[in-house]
């Protein structure tokens, strides 16, 4: 056993994350979709816009090309490891996703925002890999690198639900 206190998986630093981000190149993103309404496939975008390698992982879509990449059908069939695996599955998925992902030699899981399963995490922590829960790498690096509001403002809050009118026009 070792002496470094366990991840507080509730509450990240910014500093934590922002360290994160800045260190990862390349983002396999598990349960990517070729619909650009989804949440997957938005978030792809932003991060390659951004400059990090996006790599499509879904068995359905697999020998296909989503924003121009080829997309897996698992892990194991990548050519080389991805720095971060991004999962966009549910939190019982989450588990097995995350078992490839130490196979697969990831260095960083990173759940989906209403995405945890602590026992999976756990497992990668003891493997040597760093863990992110219930949170969206294109919110946070909207939020830490300065990005500027879908509403043109920077308001240094991001919210996953619609804010009254009223609380907008304050920002104005």
């Avoid at 206190?5 to 990240?12: F, G, I, M, N, R």
């Avoid at 981000?21 to 979709?33: D, M, P, Q, T, Y």
Wanted: proline content about 6%; hydrophobic content about 40%; overall charge positive.
């Amino acid at each position: 056993m070792t002496d470094t206190p366990k991840p507080d998986h509730d509450h990240y630093s910014d500093a934590f994350l922002k360290e994160l981000l800045a260190r990862v190149r390349s983002i396999a993103v598990v349960g990517a979709s070729d619909d650009p309404v989804r949440a997957s496939y938005f978030v792809m975008k932003y991060l390659k816009e951004k400059g990090f390698r996006i790599i499509p992982v879904n068995p359905k879509l697999a020998g296909g090309t989503i924003l121009g990449e080829p997309v897996y059908a698992s892990l194991k069939d990548l050519p080389e490891p991805a720095d971060m695996v991004d999962i966009f599955r549910n939190p019982t998925a989450a588990a097995g996703v995350t078992d490839e992902a130490i196979a697969h030699g990831a260095k960083v899981v990173w759940m989906q925002l209403g995405v945890r399963n602590d026992e999976a995490a756990r497992r990668a922590e003891d493997a040597g890999l760093t863990v992110v829960m219930n949170r969206c790498p294109k919110m946070e690096y909207q939020r830490l690198f300065g990005e500027i509001g879908r509403i043109g403002v920077n308001s240094n809050i991001i919210v996953t639900k619609k804010r009254p009118v009223k609380a907008v026009k304050k920002l104005i």
